[in-house]
């Protein structure tokens, strides 16, 4: 089955609204990292998580390294927040393992 | 600052057919680089990574070479391209296991 998985797999906002992304990881993560991927296949990096929680603008992410899970949280969706989102977990020095994906869709 | 280029954008290729895919960072020495690759709707699956020029380490087996032949360079190739190839190449760098940054990607059909 799937090491890291990330519900919901799609999600429909609309501007100005909030909501809340998670992973949880049946392998042993030891950080987490948090992208967004464009339409056009590009990915950006939100966040580099250790044990604990950051916080950026609108977004923040949490990572439960005990509880084996991670969160990211947005607040007031904007229109250029729509893309699929991937966490990805690290437990084996330089193999990251990705998340199955969230396809966000920010309506007007 | 740090940039990383891929080339090419896009291919469209024959089954059997030899493929080589580039990627180039500058402006960071001795980088560890990274091989991903995504099904159409689907998750990044790690290939290879490389932390020093000439060492490549293969993640997973799906009949691909890769090579880092400059500390700046890594290079994704197979001699005979199979229908299952189809895809978006991704490639990545960080310093030692901290954040990942992408590239902008190669869109690869295999016809």
């Known amino acids: 089955g799937d090491k890291v998985k990330q519900s919901p797999s799609a999600l429909s906002l609309q501007e100005g609204t909030n909501s809340a992304l998670r992973c949880n990881f049946s392998i042993a993560a030891t950080t987490v990292q948090w992208f967004l991927q464009n339409p056009r296949g590009s990915l950006m990096n939100l966040f580099y998580?250790?044990?604990g929680t950051k916080e950026n603008g609108r977004l923040k992410s949490a990572f439960d390294s005990k509880e084996s899970y991670s969160t990211l949280h947005i607040r007031d969706a904007q229109l250029e927040d729509s893309g699929t989102y991937f966490c990805?977990?690290?437990?084996?020095?330089?193999?990251?393992?990705f998340g199955t994906g969230t396809s966000l869709l920010v309506d007007p | 600052a740090q940039t990383i280029h891929q080339w090419p954008v896009a291919e469209i290729k024959a089954v059997g057919s030899p493929l080589s895919l580039g990627c180039t960072i500058k402006g960071k020495s001795s980088p560890n680089l990274y091989w991903y690759w995504q099904a159409t709707g689907g998750t990044l699956q790690q290939l290879f990574y490389?932390?020093?020029?000439?060492?490549v380490e293969s993640v997973v087996q799906l009949n691909l070479s890769a090579s880092r032949p400059k500390d700046d360079q890594f290079i994704l190739s197979t001699e005979k391209l199979l229908l299952s190839h189809s895809g978006f190449y991704l490639c990545a760098w960080g310093i030692q296991e901290n954040t990942l940054y992408f590239g902008e990607g190669s869109r690869l059909i295999v016809v």
């Open positions: 490389s932390i020093t020029v000439g060492q």
């Open positions: 998580l250790v044990p």
């Open positions: 990805a977990a690290d437990n084996m020095g330089y193999k990251l393992t």
